[in-house]
């Protein structure tokens, strides 16, 4: 019986990006890349794990970008049926009721995609940083496999950041950066509920700032890829995209869609590839993972074919 085909994505070690003679042709790109590279052992500054990040989702842009923007299609697809818009012209009781379910179902299905995507990037990112290949079915079936821990992670977390937040604002930031790391310890580690939220909290003992000025710098660089799709979900604005584009309802919906699941995507993939060299780096300071890494390397060059 035949075998099923594998889907391998080559993802080339950081060493090497930027090294194409074509593209260190290209002026200040080079600078950039060689500040993305860093030193070989050791942790990196804040601003050489902002370079690194962006340098491995510009190598991987089209996949990191495409498999966030199919983990958030299928709810973009639920907007042209249970948007703002359906219920502008409602009256009596499904004007009350009809936004709320639309809210709950909006809310929740954002939520399992945020999840899934990010736990898929995570281990893409991550597989980037360690120079390792990446087979897209074995990858699905692990994040799958893994996904209810996923949630039940980033459910805890927001519940911790929200109740924080609510006492002085101060307790729920220092408690998102203290969980930060719990998805992927999750996702990359294999680890369980409870010991993914330690393992962040030991992750984390230090280094409030590198995840300040990174998650900072996600927002920022975010915010018209997400601010653009907020302001499309609008009450009103449907209507107002319509009669400026003079496009049909099904055309309208279609490109909406569409673009709205690709700049999620964007975000997304910005969002794991920061947040991730991150957790990278909270692993090398920790544990010494890079020189675990080497070593393992050197054993597996030593030893004979």
């Known amino acids: 019986?035949?075998?099923?085909s594998v889907s391998v994505v080559t993802l080339r070690p950081l060493d090497e990006l930027g090294q194409e003679p074509a593209r260190q042709a290209r002026g200040g790109g080079a600078h950039a890349r060689d500040a993305a590279r860093g030193p070989a052992v050791g942790g990196r500054g804040v601003l050489e794990m902002l370079d690194l990040g962006i340098a491995i989702l510009r190598e991987h842009f089209a996949l990191m970008v495409g498999l966030g923007a199919l983990a958030w299609l299928p709810v973009r697809l639920l907007q042209p049926f249970i948007g703002a818009h359906v219920w502008e012209d409602s009256i009596g009781s499904g004007a009350m009721i009809g936004p709320v379910l639309s809210g709950l179902v909006n809310t929740g299905s954002a939520a399992l995609a945020q999840c899934f995507a990010a736990a898929l990037l995570a281990r893409v990112v991550h597989a980037a940083l360690e120079g390792?290949?990446?087979?897209?079915?074995?990858?699905?079936?692990?994040?799958?496999?893994?996904l209810h821990v996923v949630i039940g992670v980033a459910l805890v977390t927001a519940l911790a950041s929200v109740a924080g937040t609510c006492a002085c604002f101060v307790p729920g930031?220092?408690?998102?950066?203290?969980?930060s790391a719990a998805p992927m310890a999750c996702v990359i580690e294999g680890q369980g509920l409870r010991d993914s939220l330690a393992r962040s909290w030991l992750l984390t003992r230090r280094g409030f700032g590198r995840w300040l000025f990174l998650w900072l710098c996600v927002v920022l660089i975010g915010m018209p890829f997400t601010g653009i799709?907020?302001?499309?979900?609008?009450?009103?604005?449907?209507?107002?995209?319509?009669?400026w584009s003079g496009l049909s309802g099904t055309s309208y919906d279609i490109v909406f869609v569409l673009v709205s699941s690709l700049l999620l995507g964007v975000a997304i993939a910005l969002h794991s590839a920061l947040l991730t060299?991150?957790?990278?780096?909270?692993?090398?300071?920790?544990e010494g993972a890079d020189l675990e890494a080497q070593r393992a390397q050197l054993g597996a060059a030593g030893r004979p074919a």
Not at 132 to 141: G, I, Y
Not at 277 to 286: E, G, I, L, M, S
């Open 132 to 146: 390792r290949e990446v087979a897209l079915l074995p990858l699905l079936r692990t994040v799958l496999v893994r």
């Open 229 to 243: 799709t907020a302001l499309a979900d609008l009450a009103g604005a449907r209507a107002q995209a319509l009669a």
């Open 277 to 286: 060299v991150y957790y990278a780096d909270c692993r090398v300071r920790r």
């Open 1 to 4: 019986m035949p075998h099923a």
């Open 173 to 179: 930031i220092l408690l998102a950066w203290k969980l």
